[in-house]
């Protein structure tokens, strides 16, 4: 890895791309800072955050408890492209544009995608001033008017920020390195990473002396972690090779030889996407319903149950100190794992058709070893990408489970809840990005070959 970002540097193209990339995270990064208008700073500076206000923080980089521009970070737009593509399931026009429309089918998609974003930022921006109004200057003015223009201000300044967001991310995508999304949620988290490593250090003292005990749960939490990422990475590289022969054919006037090869299929197709997108569905309500209803936890009904149900994994306690109801833990965790794998299996099916595939190595008179061309290929592809991605799917679904459940032990106060998907997600990010900027290196390779 460190070889190719040494060999990045040396290509003036890929060097190009990675700084322009380093450059808009670090207009990311200041961007966490910038408060919106008409923040009372000397109450901000009072603001904690805790739960599952502690885990949208976390998302966003510390930009949630600055309540800066981009307090709301990406999530609207993840949100957005949740709906729009199991819209595409159902509406058959969408479903035609994804699967038929080309490259102007997804700029369409991408186009309304981006519409229902700033729709979602909106209402989210609308929740976010009404939820914590009493630390904007003039929220609770008795003029009407004074009220609209600082409400007015401060959703704009949300929903700008969610906007420029979408910005970046599509220039990291275009001209630096990586999926931009994923990128800017991955420099989010790891930019928490110093609090947290000072967190677990604080376990080694109790009321300033030395605690042999707090020593071993900082020194397991620091070996879960790294069997956490061995696990990641083993998930995130491994791959099933399905052999391919091509007889001979004549191409042109020459005779091309046989030639073996193989399909590479990765254990984890879908990467890191199927994990982001579960979290933010399972976040969406509770912090919907949070933003205007703040008194829920202390209600009972309906909404009171389906929040309760969302931030069940997230914190050991509701607002009023009330512990959450085991049924509500199993229930989050259970729906969390099918979460994951139905996204995994969306995710990999969307980028991998087995039909397609078959239908490419019949046209150039390859087969698979014992399978015939054709359906049976189909058949036999369809079966290899099911087994693997449920394996793939669950493994990963584990991952982030299991550090949720420390949270009810005797490490409740580290607030490991989002530790697992933290770290699928940082991984992840780490090795797709290293992989494209290889894949730029080899492109970069045959070019300077070729000329």
């Known amino acids: ?19 322009y990339t380093l450059l808009l995270i670090v207009i990311f990064r200041l961007g966490c800072y910038i408060s919106v208008p008409n923040v009372d700073t000397v109450l901000l500076s009072n603001f904690t955050q805790g739960g599952f206000a502690g885990l949208i923080n976390t998302i966003s980089g510390g930009a949630f408890e600055n309540l800066s ?67 904007f200057i003039g929220a609770s003015s008795q003029v009407p008017f004074e009220r609209f223009m600082a409400g007015t201000i401060v959703v704009l300044s949300f929903m700008a920020g969610t906007a420029f967001l979408m910005w970046l991310g599509d220039q990291i995508s275009s001209k ?41 749960v900082a020194l397991a939490i620091l070996a879960a972690a790294i069997i956490l990422v061995s696990g990641v990475v083993f998930v995130q590289q491994a791959e099933r090779r399905v052999p391919v022969q091509y007889s001979k054919k004549v191409v042109g006037r020459k005779m091309v030889g046989a030639q073996n090869t193989h399909i590479p299929l990765k254990l984890a197709m879908a990467g890191v996407m199927p994990i982001i997108f579960a979290s933010s569905f399972m976040t969406f309500p509770a912090m919907i319903i949070q933003i205007f209803k703040p008194e829920i936890a202390t209600q009972n009904g309906f909404l009171a149950g389906l929040f309760k149900l969302s931030i069940a994994t997230s914190t050991t306690k509701l607002s009023t100190g009330v512990p959450v109801p085991w049924g509500y833990v199993i229930a989050n965790a259970l729906i969390y794992i099918l979460l994951i794998i139905g996204f995994t299996f969306f995710y ?16 150039n008179g390859g087969f698979i ?34 550090p949720m459940f420390a949270r009810f032990g005797t490490l409740g106060e580290l607030n490991l809840a989002f530790g697992g998907t933290s770290i699928l997600i940082v991984v992840g990010v ?21 000329n």
Request: net charge positive; glycine share 10%; hydrophobic share 45%.
């Open 1 to 19: 890895m460190f070889n190719t970002i040494k060999n990045a540097f040396k290509t003036p193209d890929v060097r190009k791309r990675v700084l």
């Open 348 to 363: 990999t099916y969307a980028t991998f058709n087995p039909a397609e595939v078959s239908s490419n190595i019949k046209k």
């Open 176 to 216: 630096g390195i990586g999926n931009g999304i994923s990128i800017l949620i991955f420099v989010g988290i790891v930019s928490r990473l110093p609090r947290g490593i000072q967190k677990i250090f604080d376990t080694l003292l109790l009321n300033g002396k030395f605690s042999t005990t707090n020593l071993i």
């Open 430 to 450: 780490a090795l797709e990005t290293v992989q494209q900027l290889e894949s730029y290196l080899v492109m970069r390779h045959y070019k300077g070959f070729l």
């Open 369 to 402: 070893p014992g399978i015939r061309a054709g359906k049976p290929t189909t058949q036999y592809l369809s079966s290899i990408i099911s087994k693997l991605t449920l394996v793939g799917g669950f493994f990963l679904a584990l991952i982030a489970i299991i």
């Open 69 to 135: 521009i981009f307090a709301m970070s990406i999530t609207p737009y993840i949100t957005a492209s949740i709906v729009i593509q199991l819209l595409g399931m159902i509406i058959p026009s969408l479903e035609k544009l994804t699967k038929e429309g080309g490259e102007e089918g997804r700029n369409k998609i991408n186009r309304y995608t981006k519409i229902l974003t700033i729709f979602l930022a909106f209402v989210e921006g609308l929740g976010l001033f009404f939820s914590y109004k009493g630390y």
